[in-house]
């Protein structure tokens, strides 16, 4: 990426993300053997069905971070959500998936809420809160990405002005993020805090809710925003931005964050009543984080064609910086989760509405990987899932030739008999 001539040295973490994302493990090592495999199995088995028949015939539409019809490739989860479209892997599970590229997740939130999308891909604590205050009642079904990957999953990071040389002088600046409580902001502050700044996140920034992308962007042109938390998919927006600094990388960021409660959601309702439905996108989606984490080519191919602004090389580096953010097993440990939903409670936003303290379990759902996991089998090589399937076999490697395009479906009454 060609950054404009005036851009201070620090700001060369922009192109870094590049550089930011390939810390992942230090190597492009995909598959390293797990200490804690159960087993021997070097291959995934699939269930004895053999029909290719899609045993679902129906449509989702699904609300997710984006810039119009340009994929969200900040991540390897958010990747794998918009490229399993032209992968073909919804449509090979009977599920007609239409992407709506939203600005914010309390954007995306308000149309779950509405029943204008059907599954929403959001960062979780206004759905979370949401449903511990009893005003909605949502599900988790998936996480967006690996849940172990603590150097790639967010994709967050904090850029501003090249006047502001580091965190300690955020203080009493105006930093843009999507939406006040949303996930970029809770993170934020909670990276913050980490880093020991002298001053408490919460309360002596002004955060700026901007929901539009392009509305943070111009800020930062403008000077109306002294800084802004964003992903790797504006860089190229960024990039036509003079004098930018790069002020918490993103390697930093993902680092010092909260654990993640998974969210891919949806509104308990409509799972109950298109049960099967929502199985089979599930199934696809993990069905195409697994070939996307062994074929970097397939990945690469997808993503040069949905993201025409963004070069091979950028594209490459991206790609080895977040491989282990796959979510290979569903992005779902339970575990993780509570930590995630233990420090939701100690931000203002939970404490200053008192909001009903609810276990992870009451919003996250594991029936629907789980059932995917039975079929394929839990590759222990990274998501580790901290959880006994019963009935999945266990594999320490992911191989190209174990998942090909062409998958195994279940019956009807398979599917609906695990619920």
Request: aromatic share 6%; net charge negative.
């Amino acid at each position: 990426m060609n950054l404009r001539r005036g851009v201070s040295n620090s700001t060369y973490a922009v192109v870094g993300i590049v550089l930011v994302l390939v810390v992942v493990g230090g190597a492009y090592v995909l598959l390293a053997p797990s200490k804690t495999s159960s087993s021997t199995t070097t291959s995934v088995t699939s269930s004895s069905t053999t029909s290719t028949t899609p045993i679902v015939q129906g449509s989702l539409t699904v609300g997710t971070f984006g810039l119009g019809e340009k994929a969200n490739v900040a991540n390897a989860g958010e990747s794998a959500l918009w490229l399993a479209q032209p992968g073909g892997f919804y449509q090979q599970q009977g599920v007609n998936v239409t992407l709506d590229a939203l600005q914010s997740s309390a954007v995306i939130l308000q149309a779950l809420e509405s029943g204008s999308i059907n599954v929403a891909d959001l960062g979780t604590p206004e759905a979370f809160k949401t449903t511990a205050l009893g005003q909605a009642n949502f599900t988790a079904v998936m996480g967006v990405g690996a849940n172990d990957c603590f150097t790639c999953l967010g994709g967050f990071f904090i850029i501003g002005k090249s006047s502001i040389t580091n965190a300690s002088e955020l203080a009493g600046k105006n930093v843009g993020i999507s939406g006040v409580g949303g996930a970029d902001q809770v993170d934020a502050i909670a990276v913050l805090k980490a880093l020991n700044v002298t001053y408490n996140p919460a309360t002596a920034i002004n955060w700026v809710p901007v929901s539009s992308v392009q509305a943070r962007v111009a800020g930062l042109q403008q000077g109306s925003l002294d800084a802004t938390v964003t992903t790797a998919q504006n860089l190229p927006a960024l990039d036509a931005i003079p004098n930018l600094t790069m002020i918490v990388n993103a390697t930093t960021f993902a680092q010092l964050e909260p654990p993640a409660v998974p969210g891919v959601v949806v509104k308990t309702s409509f799972l109950e009543s298109n049960y099967a439905l929502v199985q089979e996108f599930v199934r696809g989606l993990i069905l195409a984080n697994r070939a996307f984490a062994s074929n970097m080519s397939l990945w690469l191919n997808l993503a040069e064609a949905a993201r025409p602004d963004m070069n091979s090389s950028q594209l490459t580096a991206l790609y080895e910086g977040y491989t282990h953010g796959f979510a290979i097993n569903g992005g779902i440990n339970m575990a993780r989760a509570q930590l995630g939903v233990n420090y939701l409670y100690t931000t203002t936003e939970f404490t200053s509405e008192n909001v009903p303290v609810i276990p992870a379990q009451a919003f996250v759902n594991t029936t629907l990987v789980d059932n995917v996991l039975r079929q394929y089998g839990v590759i222990s090589a990274f998501d580790v899932v901290g959880r006994t399937v019963s009935g999945a076999t266990t594999s320490t490697t992911l191989a190209m030739a174990v998942l090909p395009l062409q998958s195994l479906v279940e019956t009807p009454q398979q599917v609906l008999g695990k619920r």
